[in-house]
């Protein structure tokens, strides 16, 4: 009997884990459009263009015809464009649908240190072509691994937040986590959830402006891309036949 109950609790607390995990890149920035903004904009202060606004607004639609009326939790990272790109977003919701918005400084974008000489920048691309991308650290700046160091803290507190019900309090079998960030880390937290190695990152192609990635949770209690990504947009994406069978196999 005292198992039974057990097994009760443990399919009650597996309930209120988020249904799905939705990953958004934000809209065409100012710095897609001419990469000479950033000689003189912070990257923090870089805005959406009005095409990235139309992007924003598109993404919020597809979010939505996913989700239907379920309710849906935002994290976004600080920078102004994810945060315009939410705005945008999150006027397709109604307020009693948004049970809460957390701007999160570990979702920003990688720092490719102050304001950017642009010459100086392709050089050290190319250089970071030689040596490896998820090992080269920009000067004065991070690497795709000090990303994933602070996306690893930031998963870890998502997790400890739903399961002290800080999110799921609300007991909906249907939540919904947007996470608005940028392409770099969007990618890192795939590897962080999926446990992909470096090699496998460094051939994933980068979330085009205001693009989706939808992760729902499978009969198995694990998180897959599979359920609403085909194999040829899985393969576009570039993940290779076996991450793609694991994706399968989650789902």
């Not at 950017?116 to 080269?136: C, D, L």
Request: aromatic content about 8%.
């Amino acid at each position: 009997m005292g198992n039974n109950n057990s097994n009760s609790n443990n399919r009650s607390k597996e309930r209120r884990w988020p249904k799905r995990i939705i990953l958004v890149r934000h809209g065409e920035s100012e710095g897609n459009e001419d990469k000479n903004v950033y000689i003189a904009v912070p990257d923090h202060k870089v805005q959406l263009t009005e095409k990235g606004k139309e992007q924003a607004k598109n993404a919020g639609e597809a979010i939505r015809s996913v989700v239907g009326n379920c309710k849906v939790y935002f994290y976004v990272s600080p920078f102004l464009r994810t945060r315009e790109t939410l705005k945008e977003i999150s006027e397709l919701f109604s307020s009693n649908e948004i049970i809460g918005v957390r701007e999160e400084c570990r979702l920003r974008e990688m720092d490719y240190a102050k304001f950017q000489n642009t010459e100086k920048m392709e050089e050290y691309k190319k250089e970071r072509e030689r040596y490896g991308k998820f090992f080269y650290r920009f000067p004065h700046g991070e690497s795709a691994a000090d990303v994933y160091d602070r996306v690893s803290g930031f998963m870890e507190s998502l997790w400890r937040d739903i399961e002290m019900e800080e999110i799921c309090g609300s007991g909906s079998d249907n939540l919904n986590i947007v996470i608005i960030s940028h392409g770099l880390t969007i990618r890192i937290i795939l590897m962080r959830l999926f446990k992909w190695t470096a090699e496998e990152v460094e051939s994933l192609i980068s979330p085009k402006n205001g693009e989706i990635r939808i992760l729902e949770l499978g009969h198995g209690g694990k998180y897959s891309l599979a359920l609403h990504h085909d194999d040829k947009t899985l393969e576009k994406w570039g993940l290779s036949p076996q991450m793609i069978l694991d994706q399968k196999q989650r789902a």
